[in-house]
């Protein structure tokens, strides 16, 4: 099989395409012709060796995927083959193909192609839960959402709306506004400004209840500064690469909340409000209430060009390797 291959840590750079033999079927397990694969994020930072789960190189990069089953093992239950299914997973989603536990994978429901598929689950199932669960988000809330329109934050904004609540989203552009704004945000603030603090009073007189913040840097005390007694302010990551210092007297003060979001451990620990949140999650996606925004595709070939897209910050919402297409 093709396969997009890191051979050792470094930039988008050392990721080169190779031939690659398949993998062997192992109990609990199914194969997948991969058609589509979203690049995140965090695909950077582990070719990098910078993300918080380390993992040894050589590997194949790529942690979501989609794509119609090919074989499944004989312990495996709820899949067969032609199902079309999509996952996450920690490495090896840029390739033609990849075998998957059977709990990583869920089946794409009807009606939702498999680039859609591929582009949800992690940026939505993050946010979500973050939403839903951590925040514990209500209809009629101000929600402020940092980085509105990356991956995650996008996923804020679209969610955040169809929960009911009033989107503020907080980006770095015009281009990236008018993205939010079309995806429900009904405030819109220029990160660039002198004085972001000034600019959320304006909008958000009475304060705001929730702020998501999955950047960090020095829009995130800003935004603390802009919530009103008994806020929340939920921390998802950094991708600014700058981890802010948050004063606690503020804290102390507004009586805030300030909690922090890691999926791997909310899936662990939660398992109840998880499977919950994953069902209504799920719905919307089905509905179509809830749909990734994909500003750019690449193919497989170009899979280091598209982590070079991403770490850069250039993308808006998500990126998307179309791995079956010829490239």
Do not use: W
Request: aromatic share 6%; net charge negative; with cysteine.
């Amino acid at each position: 099989m093709r396969a997009a291959f890191c051979p050792t840590h470094g930039s988008p750079d050392v990721v080169v395409i190779e031939e690659l033999p398949s993998q062997e079927l192992a109990a609990g397990q199914l194969r997948v012709a991969i058609s589509a694969a979203a690049v995140n994020y965090s695909d950077v930072l582990i070719v990098a060796n910078s993300y918080q789960l380390k993992v040894p190189a050589p590997f194949v990069p790529g942690s979501e995927f989609a794509g119609v089953v090919q074989e499944v093992a004989a312990d495996v239950t709820g899949f067969a083959v032609g199902d079309r299914v999509f996952g996450t997973t920690i490495t090896g989603a840029f390739a033609e193909e990849i075998v998957a536990s059977s709990y990583a994978v869920r089946v794409v429901p009807d009606g939702v192609d498999l680039r859609t598929a591929a582009a949800f689950g992690v940026a939505h199932r993050t946010a979500y839960h973050a939403l839903r669960s951590t925040a514990n988000l209500r209809s009629g809330d101000e929600l402020v959402v940092l980085g509105a329109a990356g991956g995650v934050g996008l996923a804020a904004v679209q969610l955040g709306t169809v929960l009911g609540a009033s989107v503020t989203a907080v980006a770095s552009s015009p281009e990236r506004l008018e993205v939010a704004a079309s995806h429900g945000a009904r405030h819109l603030i220029d990160r660039r400004l002198d004085n972001v603090r000034e600019a959320l009073r304006e909008e958000l007189p009475s304060g705001a209840d929730v702020v998501i913040d999955p950047v960090g840097g020095d829009v995130a005390e800003p935004a603390l500064r802009s919530l009103r007694y008994g806020g929340r302010f939920v921390s998802i990551g950094f991708a600014s690469g700058v981890i802010p210092r948050i004063p606690l007297n503020l804290v102390l003060l507004k009586g805030i909340t300030v909690t922090g979001f890691e999926i791997g451990s909310f899936l662990t620990r939660q398992r109840e409000q998880a499977e919950r949140n994953e069902a209504e999650l799920m719905e919307l996606l089905a509905s179509g209430r809830a749909v990734p925004h994909i500003s750019a595709s690449f193919g497989l070939a170009q899979a280091a060009d598209a982590l070079r897209h991403v770490g850069s910050g250039q993308a808006i919402g998500k990126v998307v390797l179309d791995v079956a297409a010829a490239s």
